[in-house]
């Protein structure tokens, strides 16, 4: 990926939070790209910062409880932290849009669904009612959803989760967005379901040339849908590579420990490797490797001194002093 073809560049972000305890670092001097018709995948346990990298991209970060202290975010060339209330509203559900994992606490209960998309419709493209309409019906059409007239007519309570999450599609493809966040879509979702939705985005991506964020902490989903992976770790990115690369020859030891921790179908069942101890906390003093407590290839070196990134192949870095060259 070249600077030429990317689309969203972060660098060096970094997002405070408050709490009881003080001020804490919940995202620490995370650096990615994504280019057109690519999706990155951001995985880690709860509380490595995934979302709150995401929602810092369009500026939802949670306010006052949250900041973004430093860093840039670039869409298509455009500083996206220059801009002011008015500046973003060209951008959020226009240029970026986001998809995030609960669908009933994104729907309104008392709009139909109908409304909903309508809403978005008008909001992103000026379309009359009856245009407005046509083209609602034809993005729950594209999105898999039987009887779109009848739909649109419904209540979200009246939808299964699976519809629901469509529906929450719909939405955010209404703007013809050139970014789409996918914070976690597949968590509410049983298996059979959740492949079926991701082999439906992985198609609308296609056809619409879509650059994803896809957010998650399930590793068989990433599989399905990823053409890169970003490790996070206590609000770093740990490592990054291609989908294939992260499957066959991770480097970090946490995203091994990762993998390790999951059930291999194609093998007699194995008693699963958890991965010892807790994740560090927000408000945890930054220094050194923060996964030093939990590592089985701790050096002194790692308590002390945070490692710096190194290139293990091609389009695959990591930050960890037991890889350095």
């Known amino acids: ?28 001097g ?9 999706t990155l995948g951001v995985v880690g346990e709860s509380g490595s910062g995934k979302s709150l990298t995401c ?4 500026r939802l970060n949670p306010k006052p409880a949250s900041r973004i202290a430093s860093g840039s975010i670039r869409f298509d060339g455009r500083e996206l932290l220059e801009l002011d209330a008015e500046g973003l509203r060209a951008y ?24 909903q998309i309508r809403e978005a ?20 059409a594209r999105l898999r959803v039987p009887e779109p007239h009848r739909v649109l007519r419904s209540y979200p309570h009246e939808l299964s989760g699976g519809m629901r999450q469509r529906v929450v599609g719909a939405i955010a493809l209404a703007g013809r967005p050139r970014l789409l966040i996918a914070d976690e879509p597949t968590t509410a979702l049983d298996v059979t379901v959740q492949a079926a939705y991701l082999a439906l985005l992985r198609k609308l991506q296609r056809e619409e040339g879509l650059a994803i964020l896809f957010v998650t ?11 890169r992976v970003a490790v996070m770790y206590g609000g770093r990115i740990v490592e ?17 420990a990762l993998l390790r921790s999951l059930p291999d179908v194609s093998k007699p069942p194995e008693r699963l490797e958890p991965i010892p101890g807790q994740p560090p906390s927000v408000f945890a003093a930054r220094k050194g490797c923060l996964f030093a407590d939990r590592c089985p290839e701790v050096q ?8 710096p990134q190194s290139s293990v192949a091609e389009g695959h870095f990591v930050h960890c002093w037991a890889r350095q060259p």
């Open 1 to 28: 990926m070249t600077s030429a073809d990317t689309l969203l560049q972060v660098n060096d972000l970094t997002v405070e939070v408050k709490g009881a305890r003080g001020v804490g670092r919940a995202v620490d």
């Open 30 to 38: 995370v650096s990615f790209g994504i280019s057109a018709g690519e």
């Open 55 to 58: 929602l810092s991209v369009i």
């Open 92 to 115: 959020r559900g226009r240029e970026i849009a986001m998809i995030l994992q609960d669908p009933m606490t994104s729907l309104n209960p008392v709009l139909t669904i109908g409304d």
């Open 121 to 140: 419709l008008k909001l992103h493209r000026g379309l009359s009612r009856a245009d407005e309409t046509r083209v609602a019906e034809d993005l729950l």
């Open 217 to 227: 902490h399930d590793l068989g989903a990433v599989a399905r849908i990823c053409d």
């Open 240 to 256: 990054s590579a291609t989908t294939a690369t992260f499957f066959s020859g991770a480097a970090h030891p946490y995203s091994r």
């Open 300 to 307: 002194a070196r790692c308590r002390e001194l945070e490692p």
